[in-house]
């Protein structure tokens, strides 16, 4: 009812796992990864211990050859589970039950493993294993990629419902405090690895620091579109925004707390002050583009593309 691929990116060392499945929340029961360690997907009839159990064991030195053997042979139901791991050094294995329901396989190489059951034909593997040889695109992009051609090469015969993708990598997670670097869930929807790729998309938005490179100057041409804008979304300094985020306690009135941000400050035109940059940082805080702040005079490309969908409606 599903097809996945587990995977290594060998450059960065991130590991992964992308699934899709006419099931609800797949993401939920097939992937599972830890940074360093390896990565897998459990489906067909699924033994979710599979995943701790098999991380586990990767995580003490064994190879996913070696786990992949462990489990099968202590699972009296393992003729009716699928299952692919890849280690961090590159190893990986993949097992599919003779019980599965056709058409069920899977496919391995140098840095991943891909596999499916109840599909269109070997074909859909194969378009999982192919489209991942072929890279040429940013590794968590690159595990959509495969979703989407081996959805188009047939898919699950059953049809689409949820899809997931889980890339892992030390210190990749919110603030730095875990390794879940992306983890994305689509639950319920008639495209669900278009929407896994919009959203994907947003991830970036929303976690991605712009590099100095992104940076706009603030000109008094830009500074005066940037103003319009903010004072059609009542954004401006005063409006509704700049209350949102009031603390319980520990600031002072009008005491700014210090936010990061990309570049170093230059002069400001003679239409933006500290009061517009503070307006522009506070709608920024409530559209969750804190991670885009830039230094003063300065504004990410991509924020203000997002305050012109803004003012369109979008």
Known sequence: MTFSIVALDQSSGDLGVAVQSKFLAVGAVVPWARAGVGAIATQAFANVGYGPDGLGQLARGSTADEVLIRLVA???????????????????????????????????????????????????????????????????????????????????????????????????????????????????????????ARILDLQHLYFDRPAAADLLAVDEATAGEIRTILESLDAAPGGRFGVVYTPMSGVAAGEAEARPSVGEPRPLPPNWDAGWQRALDDWMAVENLEERAAAPGWIDRRVLDVLREAADGG
């Not at 599919?96 to 059951?117: D, E, L, S, V, Y």
């Not at 898919?155 to 890339?167: K, Y």
């Open 74 to 196: 202590n699972d009296g139901l393992a003729e009716e589970r699928q299952i692919g791991i890849v280690d961090a050094r590159g190893g990986s294995a993949t097992h599919t039950g003779r019980h599965c329901f056709a058409w069920a396989g899977g496919r391995t190489g140098a840095g991943f493993a891909a596999q499916g059951n109840i599909l269109a034909g070997p074909e859909v593997v194969d378009g999982l294993a192919d489209t991942f040889l072929a890279a040429g695109r940013p590794f968590p992009e690159l595990l959509v990629d495969c979703l989407a051609a081996a959805d188009a090469a047939g898919g699950d015969r059953r049809g689409r419902e949820s899809a997931a993708l889980v890339v892992v990598r030390a210190g990749g997670g919110y603030g730095g405090w875990n390794d879940r670097w992306i983890d994305l869930r689509v639950d319920h929807h008639d495209d669900p690895i278009g929407e896994l």
